[in-house]
């Protein structure tokens, strides 16, 4: 954006440079952490919608219902293949770790 007189020079800087200028090295990293938490604490619904797909479209590509894919979004337990199935259909691929402290470990099939 260019430069007006009525704008303050601080929006004439890239986020970059902002960011470091306002925030400690702790403070990044705090943001850092809670983005990434915020990230991966997406429901089923919520990731998507944020992928901008219809339970329609989903349910064609995961070759079900649009009824059995808006109850396997409110549901809390699912089957590994269930989701697999519903991941795939957004375009991704499903991976299952275990976490222990800093520790991540990806679990695979037999």
């Known amino acids: 954006m260019p430069a007006t007189q009525s704008q303050p020079e601080s929006m004439n800087r890239n ?3 902002l960011q470091n200028a306002k925030l400690s090295a702790a403070a990044q990293a705090r943001a850092r ?5 915020e990230l991966e604490q997406l ?3 919520a990731l998507r919608q944020a992928l901008e797909l219809t339970q329609m479209q989903v349910s064609r ?3 079900m219902t649009q009824s059995e894919l808006s109850r396997l979004e409110s549901r809390t337990d699912h089957l590994t293949s ?3 199935r519903y991941v795939e259909a957004l375009g991704g691929e499903l991976e299952v770790s275990a976490v222990f402290g800093d520790r991540r470990i990806k679990l695979t099939d037999a």
Do not use: H, V
């Not at 952490?33 to 938490?37: F, I």
């Open 43 to 45: 429901t089923l619904k």
């Open 33 to 37: 952490a809670r983005a990434n938490r």
């Open 82 to 84: 269930t989701l697999r």
């Open 61 to 63: 590509a995961a070759s």
């Open 15 to 17: 986020w970059k440079s």
